[in-house]
């Protein structure tokens, strides 16, 4: 099987070893590649609704994996607290995946699911939404991102990170950006506005986040357009809201134009 472009990016984040969570299956098909493919030795599929899980469970049969990937009917991590994990054998490290979804529904997922999360030294997210309120919300959970890829594909932005919570350490602190380093050493560190759209993508002068920027920035000057003929006090909210957000896209283009730094 071969998976979309999207599927394949965030395939590419998983530690090879690991067995696997996918959150919002729909098809299992990131599992089933996955397991395939020797890269995890088992996952779990979930879903919220019936339908998509049913379809996993046919789609994992159809490629003999039954024995490898089960599945469970959960809203986010609900299934995974520590009482429900009897039928888990695995004492390997896990990696959760939580893709295609919104921001604040990932949030709220990671957020109610507090307790499932020791079981995980690692996860691979994709927030369709509301970016940068998201990274917010990793840096206050004191999550560290390690790794961030972005794609484009059939015109849609995605996205994504591989970050890392290790136990033990205070909710204050905050994580080193270098991934060999993100497990054992911490420093002090707070997001500029620019890097809310990913410090390592704008390190790297990504040029999908530079055609994402620019987009939002078209979209941004559009809604103020819309804006100018309202003098209400929602319209006033909302012109803030968007020069507050048009102030984060100038900052993080302005990195694509300054030049290369000297090695």
């Known amino acids: 099987m071969e998976l979309s472009k999207r599927l394949a990016a965030v395939a590419s984040l998983v530690t090879r070893g690991n067995a696997l969570v996918d959150v919002g299956t729909d098809h299992a ?5 996955l397991v395939l493919n020797g890269i995890c030795p088992k996952a779990v599929a979930m879903d919220v609704k019936k339908g998509p899980l049913e379809r996993a469970r046919q789609h994992i049969a159809g490629y003999h994996l ?35 979804m919104g921001g604040p529904l990932m949030e709220r997922i990671l957020t109610q699911g507090r307790s ?19 990274r917010r919300f990793l840096k206050k959970e004191n999550y560290c991102v390690t790794q961030e890829k972005m794609i484009l594909e059939e015109g849609k932005f995605y996205p994504m990170m591989k970050v890392a919570f290790p136990p033990g350490v205070s909710l204050t602190g905050s994580c080193t950006r270098d991934p060999e380093e993100s497990l054992r050493q911490y420093e002090d560190s707070s997001y500029t506005e620019d890097e809310l759209f990913g410090p ?41 809201e968007i020069l507050r957000y048009q102030r984060q896209i100038s900052s993080a283009l302005t990195r694509f134009r300054d030049p290369e730094p000297d090695p």
């Open 29 to 33: 098909y990131l599992p089933v590649w």
């Open 66 to 100: 039954s024995e490898q990937i089960g599945t469970r009917l959960s809203d986010g991590l609900i299934a995974l607290t520590p009482e429900k994990r009897g039928d888990m054998p695995w004492d390997g490290p896990w990696t959760l995946v939580i893709a295609g």
């Open 116 to 134: 499932a999360l020791p079981l995980f030294t690692e996860a691979v997210l994709q927030p369709q939404s509301d970016l940068p309120h998201f």
């Open 200 to 240: 390592f993508l704008l390190s790297e002068r990504n040029d999908i986040l530079r055609q994402y920027l620019e987009r939002e920035s078209r979209i941004c000057a559009g809604i103020m357009e819309n804006l100018s003929h309202t003098d209400s006090e929602a319209g006033a909210r909302r012109r803030e």
